[in-house]
């Protein structure tokens, strides 16, 4: 009889196996930091992965993790959040799976101002099988699925999430630690949702999105005279990365007058863990015809 396979160290692994070099690697330093420095508790909160050598940051630290289906990080996220709203919700996942397969729930989780951060590790392909055209590709980007290079133009996340109007969009560099642990804490402590959209080397399969690129490009908008209060202008700054040239990092836009979908719906109805079981019997359900 063959031995079974030991599966134990793939359970208990705790340290990333990310490529040496990854941007994800900047990114879950910072989200620690955050999380380190907002002095949460560890039970108070769970961190939502897609899949994707992104959503793999939710293994990765004491915190709750909860391991989803590509591009149903966020409807999980908001799933959670409905039940606990004393819980702080983190979504981590790709551009591959928050605006391809997971685009609607996206849009709708934005207009719904549902009270969760979602990070999205940007870094324009399918890293984790192993690099494909991602709805953020370039023009012209060549891989397996566009050899002759992407005919289609990429979505721009922040302007997507302005559009539908989210109440916290921003954006940050895996390549500037100290800037996005400040960008990640804000969009944490922001009552609705937030968007962190960071930009994020792959450095195995994007030759054209490296750090080289970023850090060329990349600019703090606290350097230049802008208030994030604006949509209307949020939405302008937010188009300059179209040319490929400016890569503007920081808070675009904030409007802290909203009300999240928590706070709606909570003078109605409390959230799931804090009813009573009491008068809940479950009998019949195992009753058969
Ligand atoms: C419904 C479904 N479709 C496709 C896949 C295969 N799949 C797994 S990861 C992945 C791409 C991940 O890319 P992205 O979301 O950008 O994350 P990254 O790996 O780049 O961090 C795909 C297509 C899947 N797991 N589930
Ligand atoms: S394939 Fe790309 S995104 Fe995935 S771990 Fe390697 S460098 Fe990072």
Request: with cysteine.
């Given at each position: 009889?063959?031995?079974?396979?030991?599966?134990?160290?793939?359970?208990?692994?705790?340290?990333?196996?990310?490529?040496?070099g990854c941007g994800?690697?900047g990114?879950?330093?910072?989200?620690?930091?955050?999380?380190?420095?907002?002095?949460?508790?560890?039970?108070?909160?769970?961190?939502?992965?897609?899949?994707?050598?992104?959503?793999?940051?939710?293994?990765?630290?004491?915190?709750?993790?909860?391991?989803?289906?590509?591009?149903?990080?966020?409807?999980?996220?908001?799933?959670?959040?409905?039940?606990?709203?004393?819980?702080?919700?983190?979504?981590?996942?790709?551009?591959?799976?928050?605006?391809?397969?997971?685009?609607?729930?996206?849009?709708?989780?934005?207009?719904?101002?549902?009270?969760?951060?979602?990070?999205?590790?940007?870094n324009q392909?399918?890293?984790?099988?192993?690099?494909?055209?991602?709805?953020?590709?370039d023009?012209?980007?060549?891989?397996?699925?566009?050899?002759?290079?992407?005919?289609?133009?990429?979505?721009?996340?922040?302007?997507?999430?302005?559009?539908?109007?989210?109440?916290?969009?921003?954006?940050?560099f895996a390549g500037n630690?100290?800037?996005?642990?400040?960008?990640?804490?804000?969009?944490?402590?922001?009552?609705?949702?937030?968007?962190?959209?960071?930009y994020q080397p792959c450095v195995t399969y994007n030759y054209i999105n490296t750090y080289e690129y970023y850090s060329k490009r990349v600019y703090?908008?606290?350097?230049?005279?802008?208030?994030?209060?604006?949509?209307?202008?949020?939405?302008?700054?937010?188009?300059?990365?179209?040319?490929g040239q400016k890569f503007?990092?920081?808070?675009?836009?904030?409007?802290?007058?909203?009300?999240?979908?928590?706070?709606?719906?909570?003078?109605?109805?409390?959230?799931?863990?804090?009813?009573?079981?009491?008068?809940?019997?479950?009998?019949?359900?195992?009753?058969?015809?």
């Amino acid at each position: 009889m063959k031995p079974k396979k030991d599966l134990s160290s793939h359970y208990t692994q705790s340290t990333p196996n990310w490529c040496p070099g990854c941007g994800n690697y900047g990114i879950w330093v910072s989200l620690k930091n955050a999380l380190q420095e907002l002095k949460l508790p560890a039970h108070k909160v769970v961190l939502v992965g897609d899949i994707g050598c992104s959503g793999k940051l939710a293994y990765w630290t004491d915190y709750n993790g909860f391991g989803s289906l590509h591009g149903r990080s966020i409807p999980i996220a908001e799933g959670v959040k409905m039940a606990n709203s004393d819980l702080t919700v983190i979504v981590v996942g790709g551009d591959g799976g928050l605006l391809g397969e997971g685009l609607q729930h996206f849009l709708h989780a934005c207009r719904r101002n549902v009270n969760i951060a979602v990070i999205l590790h940007n870094n324009q392909v399918y890293g984790l099988t192993t690099g494909q055209t991602s709805p953020t590709s370039d023009l012209g980007y060549k891989s397996s699925t566009t050899p002759e290079g992407a005919y289609e133009t990429p979505l721009n996340p922040s302007l997507l999430a302005l559009t539908a109007q989210a109440t916290f969009v921003s954006a940050g560099f895996a390549g500037n630690t100290p800037h996005l642990t400040q960008i990640i804490k804000s969009a944490i402590l922001h009552t609705g949702f937030a968007l962190v959209d960071i930009y994020q080397p792959c450095v195995t399969y994007n030759y054209i999105n490296t750090y080289e690129y970023y850090s060329k490009r990349v600019y703090d908008i606290t350097t230049t005279p802008y208030k994030p209060d604006n949509r209307f202008r949020a939405m302008k700054k937010s188009m300059e990365i179209e040319g490929g040239q400016k890569f503007p990092i920081g808070i675009l836009y904030q409007d802290k007058s909203r009300p999240s979908l928590q706070d709606n719906i909570q003078n109605r109805v409390s959230p799931l863990v804090k009813q009573s079981i009491n008068n809940i019997t479950v009998k019949s359900l195992f009753e058969q015809d």
